[in-house]
C-alpha cells in the first residue's frame, strides 16, 4: 500500500513533546502524593499519642494515682486491658519512634514527625517551643 502525501501522522517531534509532558506532570503528581502521605502519617502519630495520653490517664485513675511506667508491657487496670499493645509508627511499624518517659507522678509521650512544622514541641518533652519536630503530650494530673 502507498501512502498518499496529503496522509498526516505524527512528527518525531510531536511525539517527544508529549511524552515530555506527560513526564512533568506525572512528577507533580508523585510530589504532591508525597506530600499527602506525609501529612497522613503525621495525623496518625498524633492520633496514637492521644491514645496513649488518654490510655494513661485512665490507668492513673484505676491504680492507685500512679502513671505506667514502661511501654513493653500491657496497661491494665481493674483487670482489664486499658492500653494491651502500644501503637506503632505508621513508617516504620516500630514501637520506638514512639518515646514514653514515666514516673510515679508525671510521664511524656513523644512522636517524631515527619513535617517538621506539624508538632507541637522542639526537643522531646523538654521543650515545647516554637521549633515543632516532635508531638508529645503530657499527664494532665
Do not use: H
Not at 496514637?48 to 500491657?74: C, F, G, L, R
Amino acid at each position: 500500500m502507498k501512502k498518499n502525501k496529503n496522509e498526516k501522522g505524527f512528527t518525531l517531534f510531536e511525539l517527544l513533546v508529549s511524552i515530555s509532558i506527560i513526564g512533568i506532570l506525572t512528577a507533580l503528581a508523585s510530589v504532591a502524593f508525597s506530600g499527602a502521605q506525609k501529612k497522613a502519617r503525621d495525623a496518625r502519630r498524633v492520633q496514637d499519642i492521644k491514645a496513649i495520653q488518654t490510655a494513661a490517664e485512665q490507668y492513673y485513675s484505676q491504680n492507685s494515682y500512679v502513671y505506667p511506667t514502661n511501654s513493653t508491657t500491657p496497661w491494665q487496670g481493674n483487670n482489664l486491658d486499658i492500653l494491651s499493645v502500644f501503637p506503632k509508627d505508621p513508617k516504620t511499624n516500630d514501637v520506638y519512634p514512639y518515646t514514653y518517659t514515666a514516673l510515679t507522678n508525671t510521664y511524656c509521650v513523644c512522636a517524631l514527625m515527619e513535617n517538621t512544622t506539624a508538632g507541637n514541641s522542639g526537643a522531646g518533652c523538654t521543650d515545647f517551643g516554637i521549633i515543632t519536630t516532635y508531638f508529645c503530650a503530657k499527664n494532665q494530673q
